[in-house]
Nanobody
Framework: QVQLVESGGGLVQAGGSLRLSCAAS????????MGWFRQAPGKEREFVAAITWSGGSTHYADSVKGRFTISRDNAKNTVYLHMNSLKPEDTAVYYC??????????????????WGQGTQVTVSS
């Protein structure tokens, strides 16, 4: 059973930065990609960013492009989300997720089989 554990959330002022981490364990094979999603109160969970393990191809939501960077450490089975120039509208619970198989659409929640428990990010104005 794959387990994903997020860390690094917290409270930050607008314009500040945070780095989220997601450590994966329990694998018997390398998955295809990892993604980050977020869910604000009263809203649906939305795609933020994704990265493939092999090749490091990255994908971003338009709302975070240029401010957030996703990266991975294959040796540590860990994915990071570096968040800069944070805005109050970035406030949400952030989830990492594992996409086990090759897919052409990493923005879709259904492509991900395993999810972390989430970490809260709060950006004050």
């Amino acid at each position: 059973q794959v387990q994903l554990v997020e860390s690094g959330g917290g409270l930050v002022q607008a314009g500040g930065s945070l780095r989220l981490s997601c450590a994966a364990s329990g694998r018997t094979f390398r998955s295809y990609a990892m993604g980050w999603f977020r869910q604000a109160p009263g809203k649906e969970r939305e795609f933020v960013a994704a990265i493939t393990w092999s090749g490091g191809s990255t994908h971003y939501a338009d709302s975070v492009k240029g401010r957030f960077t996703i990266s991975r450490d294959n040796a540590k089975n860990t994915v990071y989300l570096h968040m800069n120039s944070l805005k109050p509208e970035d406030t949400a619970v952030y989830y990492c997720a594992d996409a086990p198989w090759d897919t052409s659409n990493l923005r879709r929640r259904n492509e991900y089989a395993y999810w972390g428990q989430g970490t809260q990010v709060t950006v004050s104005s």
